[in-house]
């Protein structure tokens, strides 16, 4: 359930952003459900290989090239969805920060439920 939540939060994600960036374009539903699971299946298994190649240009830069790597990973996805269009880098650059704020502002909203997802506080103890 997590997972269809999830790619259901980076749909919502993806559309509102082709509202406000005129340079993100969706032909269809479908190709706005299949940009989001690939987006997801992108940042799980291609993202993490990029960041471990590219681990000395991002210490370089102290992180912001993970800012880069996202904007990759949205013209990865835009290259192989029919009826996803992305207009250029930085289209693609900054709709990538926004997707990722407002998914994390929006998954911070639904509350699953789940150990991995719930904050506990220490039951006793001291706290420092």
Do not use: C, H, Y
Request: hydrophobic residues 60%; positive net charge; charged residues 5%.
């Amino acid at each position: 359930m997590p997972f269809l939540v999830q790619w259901a939060i980076t749909a919502l994600s993806l559309w509102v952003a082709s509202l406000i960036f005129r340079g993100l374009k969706f032909e269809s539903t479908s190709a706005l459900v299949v940009s989001a699971l690939l987006l997801g299946l992108a940042n799980a298994l291609v993202k993490p290989l990029l960041i471990v190649l590219t681990l000395p240009l991002t210490l370089l830069t102290f992180g912001l090239f993970l800012l880069v790597i996202n904007a990759l990973m949205v013209l990865l996805v835009s290259a192989l969805v029919r009826g996803f269009k992305v207009s250029g880098f930085w289209t693609a650059f900054f709709a990538s920060i926004f997707v990722s704020i407002l998914s994390i502002a929006v998954g911070s909203l639904v509350d699953s439920g789940t150990p991995e997802t719930t904050i506990q506080m220490p039951s006793g103890g001291n706290w420092l």
